[in-house]
């Protein structure tokens, strides 16, 4: 294994999940997880770029960032790429209106969506709204549609929560996947795009950024294929 | 195509798919399709062997068999191939105790199951109860065992009740799939062993059998892979 100097050699930004990384979801907002404050106040105070690229669809960017803020991280949302406004972007630029199965903590994102008259459905991390009807009107939906388009905010299994592991989208997406007889969009982790987007917004190339995330696929493997370099922490779902 | 005649040559037993074929399930119980209650009364006044192929895991086979009825059709419990009844038999064999996912309708066919210290999952058509809390609870159940057994009593896409299409169980076992990254064991059409013991219930050889049924991958695709002859209907979900 090469030493710590050579493998960072030429590093230029640093790329953070957030779930599982920083802190672990749950009852009251969740808890940090041990040192990350102080990683996170040290990385800013050194001569690396920071941004923190989460799949976290549950919450609006600003929900979460003031969660972290209580919690003691410095961070803005400025310096937060997210799969819900990457998403908006998206339906904008295609002229799509989304039938949402979402969390209402996200719903805020899509304020300025048109949704009438749905031609795609969009699903995200919609915890205990992942009720079968709400599953069954976003299949319907689905498959009313001639050219049916399903747009999933990232492909989790499953994430962890202080009370224990939990479900995540990618598990309703192969639901409606499988139902429907169609394959998904995925906007976030591990898509290209979404890590692309997160890159130039830093302003550093792929070569010159490393990815933390707990996840090996969302995290590590799609960073990987963007050309970073990755790091998986033995924290989160490790 | 060939006529009739020929296509029906040395076939001594039918096998009957329910759903979509004798009626359509829905509100208070479902209708009877078109034609369908005579047809059964002809089949069973002719030289051919009648038996009622299913999937249905909603109810037991009792309540469907007194729902069938009340809608005019001749059958008897002891003519139904269901896969509730067919997983407690390989339960019993393999001494898997199930955490059951199931619709309350189908509880009672699994009363003499031991039930305890779960080393499997049992899933069945749910309805309501795919509950996020549910399926979550069937999640963490297969990810702490050392080797996660997951059954899936049918793996159907989808079903036609008259209020429209509904999801099956299917969506939900690839949910489970990939969640564990596992892969489900199907009791149920398409599986050989469930037609194979529909078969042998009947007494009559693969090649002397057709079965009629609305899907064509558990019906027509699964029996066809028997060695049995298959008629898709353009009723139920076609």
């Not at 830093?202 to 995290?219: N, S």
Request: include cysteine.
């Amino acid at each position: 294994m090469a030493a710590w100097g050579d493998r960072l050699a030429g590093v230029r930004g640093v790329l953070l999940d957030i779930s599982g990384v920083l802190y672990d979801s749950g009852e009251g907002g969740g808890v940090p997880i041990a040192g990350s404050v102080e990683a996170v106040a040290r990385l800013k105070r050194s001569r690396l770029k920071v941004r923190f690229c989460t799949n976290e669809s549950q919450k609006s960017r600003g929900e979460l960032v003031a969660l972290l803020r209580r919690l003691g991280f410095d961070i803005s949302q400025e310096e937060v790429t997210a799969p819900a406004p990457a998403t908006c972007q998206v339906l904008k630029e295609r002229g799509l209106r989304p039938h949402l199965l979402v969390h209402d903590g996200v719903r805020s994102e899509f304020g300025q969506i048109d949704q009438s008259n749905p031609n795609c459905v969009v699903l995200a991390d919609a915890g205990e709204s992942f009720s079968y009807q709400n599953m069954n009107k976003a299949f319907q939906t689905l498959m009313e549609l001639e050219n049916p388009v399903l747009i999933s905010l990232g492909k989790g299994r499953y994430y962890k929560e202080t009370s224990g592991l939990m479900l995540d989208v990618g598990a309703y997406m192969k639901a409606l996947e499988y139902a429907c007889g169609i394959e998904a969009e995925v906007v976030g982790k591990p898509s290209p795009e979404f890590f692309k987007s997160a890159l130039q917004a830093m302003g550093v190339e792929a070569h010159q950024a490393i990815m933390i995330g707990d996840d090996i696929v969302g995290d590590v493997g799609g960073a990987q294929r963007c050309g970073m370099r990755a790091l998986q922490v033995r924290t989160g779902k490790f």
